[in-house]
């Protein structure tokens, strides 16, 4: 499998909303306020409004369900999705938990990530498949998203 | 940075049934494939795929073919697993068209890349619950081989 660099996304979260124990784990929804992003074909911003859906497993493995929107520097519009797994150490989740800095090697925290524009300058995002590693931080992950060449 | 590394996971062989030709609908043409059978094998896992699954296969606007693949493996220590993916294929022009009348053509001339997550309830295979992985596709007139790799 070989890939390339697609872009940095760093989002910024407001406080959780915790729904807690539903019946396919411990639902917590982290709204986006903000961030930004940059790789060799598109920069720009991320707009409020979008959120990630995350869902605590019984076997402790944390679903992530990414949705917001992009905005490049050039005023196009990108929807993104990106389904994760965020799992490790017990130690090193509850360091997390308490918002601490962790080297993300410490922990599995993967996502699958899907594109949607109508901008014809960023049109090859609609027809890519893309992987990212995460970096959770306390102000919100940071990832680092490869396009699957 | 953290450079993306991947490890062989399985290569799956899909045999498929004729396409159910629905035409044209809301957000494309959509194709049903029916899976009759086929295999899988890794290093750490092998087994035949179930009949019974299939794949809903929608040709969008812009040319792209949108894979959504929901099938049953059974290990040969008797394990399920049920694996699902999303993926897209698309190419030249010239190469889409030999496909179509099911012609071989080398996979390095066409896009086809898949994201497969799987579930099982069984202990041994409980990492394939854990990981997020991409498949490399390849159609074959008898139906499509996918090399999955794990993401690490």
Do not use: C
């Not at chain 1, 060799?40 to 076997?59: E, F």
């Not at chain 1, 800095?101 to 524009?117: G, H, K, L, N, V």
């Not at chain 2, 220590?77 to 053509?105: N, Q």
């Amino acid at each position: 499998m070989t890939s390339r660099p697609l872009m940095t996304l760093q989002v910024f979260v407001a406080p959780p909303q915790k729904v807690g124990e539903i019946p396919h784990g411990t639902r917590v929804i982290a709204p986006i306020t903000s961030g930004s992003f940059q790789g060799p074909r598109l920069r720009g911003k991320v707009l409020a409004g979008g959120g990630d859906w995350t869902l605590l497993r019984s076997d402790g493995v944390l679903e992530l369900d990414l949705r917001i929107t992009l905005e490049t520097d050039d005023g196009a519009l990108i929807y993104l999705t990106s389904f994760g797994l965020r799992h490790g150490p017990p130690e090193v989740l509850a360091a997390l938990a308490r918002g601490e800095s962790i080297d993300p090697s410490r922990y599995y925290f993967r996502t699958a990530a899907r594109f949607e524009t109508s901008a014809p300058q960023y049109g090859f995002l609609n027809q890519l498949i893309a992987v990212s590693s995460g970096d959770r931080r306390a102000s919100g992950p940071i990832y680092t998203i490869e396009e699957i060449l | 940075m953290t450079a993306m590394t991947s490890r062989p996971l399985m290569t799956v062989r899909i045999a498929a049934a004729p396409p159910q030709k629905l035409g044209t609908v809301s957000h494309g043409v959509r194709s049903i494939v029916p899976v009759t059978g086929g295999d899988f094998e890794g290093p750490r896992l092998r087994g035949k795929v179930l009949p019974g699954g299939g794949d809903w296969l929608l040709l969008r606007a812009d040319g792209v073919l949108e894979l959504d693949l929901r099938i049953t493996l059974e290990t040969d220590d008797h394990a399920l697993i049920y694996m699902r993916f999303l993926g897209v294929r698309h190419g030249p022009a010239d190469v889409i068209a030999a496909l179509r009348r099911g012609e071989s053509v080398d996979p390095a001339r066409y896009y086809f890349r898949t994201l497969p997550s799987f579930e099982t309830a069984t202990d041994r295979y409980a990492f394939l619950n854990r990981i997020i992985s991409v498949g490399v596709g390849e159609a074959r007139p008898d139906g499509a081989v996918h090399r999955i790799d794990e993401i690490l």
